[in-house]
């Protein structure tokens, strides 16, 4: 499988779920590997370092890929990389407060990355029968208050993104879904969630392994019929 977004929070979850399930992972983030930090054996020599917002480097990214797969199978594809800008101090950037450039950046590696790369390999998706699943968010459905507005417009794009794939792959026997988290206990949560917190039904932040848990059932054949989903993960927060 091949994996964007994978240094960190739910993306390094989800590599540790599938590399202990007996998966090949291939990771991309803009980081180089961090070595002694990951458990698996091949991660160095599986392991992409890429800029999603450069439309060039992830092309070069997925001939790479492509190249990696020596025997032109691809069983999942996960667009989990995402970037949400702040202001001064963490400040959430409303329509008003985000400039031009930003919105270009943020749909790039929000939005327009994943469909370059469900496009790239979808020859190689298409000989493993594989499945696609695209990490959506809680703010894609509603504005939220520490999310900004590009960050949150990105994320809407992309299940509506999530479903126009889901029509065109799947004839191709790949399935396409979406997960949309919410507020999961990651390094990247933001001052004042503790208020969110009070008025989710379950009371408590998700877990990055829970995330990665759906994600993995996205991707085997205990989802064999679940096409152009997208799944809540937020513990009631929606409801």
């Given amino acids: 499988m091949l994996l964007t977004g994978a240094s960190r929070g739910i993306g390094h979850a989800t590599v540790k779920r599938f590399s202990s399930a007996g998966w090949r992972v291939i990771t991309c983030s803009r980081h180089p590997f961090p070595g002694e930090e990951c458990p698996w054996a091949a991660g160095p020599q599986d392991h992409l ?21 020596e025997d ?41 990355a994943p469909m370059m790369l469900a496009r790239g390999l979808a020859a190689e998706l298409e000989q493993a029968k594989g499945s696609i699943v695209n990490v959506t968010s809680i703010a894609g459905s509603r504005v ?42 990651t390094a990247i949560l933001s001052p004042g969630t503790d208020k969110i917190v009070a008025q989710i039904p379950m009371r408590r932040l998700g877990a990055p392994e829970e995330v990665a848990k759906a ?25």
Avoid at 78 to 102: C, H, M, Q, W, Y
Wanted: charged fraction near 20%; hydrophobic fraction near 45%.
């Fill in 215 to 239: 994600i993995y059932f996205l991707c085997t054949e205990q989802s064999s019929y679940v096409h152009g989903a997208e799944i809540h993960i937020n513990g009631g927060q929606h409801v």
């Fill in 49 to 69: 370092q890429i800029d999603l917002a450069d439309p060039a480097d992830t092309r070069r990214a997925i001939a790479e890929a492509r190249e990696r797969l």
């Fill in 144 to 185: 939220h208050p520490f999310a900004g507005a590009a960050y949150a417009t990105s994320k809407a794009a992309l299940a509506a993104l999530t479903r126009e794939m889901a029509a065109d792959f799947g004839p191709r026997g790949v399935r396409v879904n979406a997960i949309s988290p919410g507020e999961i206990d």
């Fill in 72 to 112: 032109g199978r691809l069983d999942a594809l996960v667009n989990n990389a995402a970037i949400s800008p702040k202001g001064l101090g963490g400040k959430r950037l409303g329509f008003f407060d985000t400039e031009l450039d930003d919105w270009l950046t943020v749909f790039q590696v929000n939005f327009f």
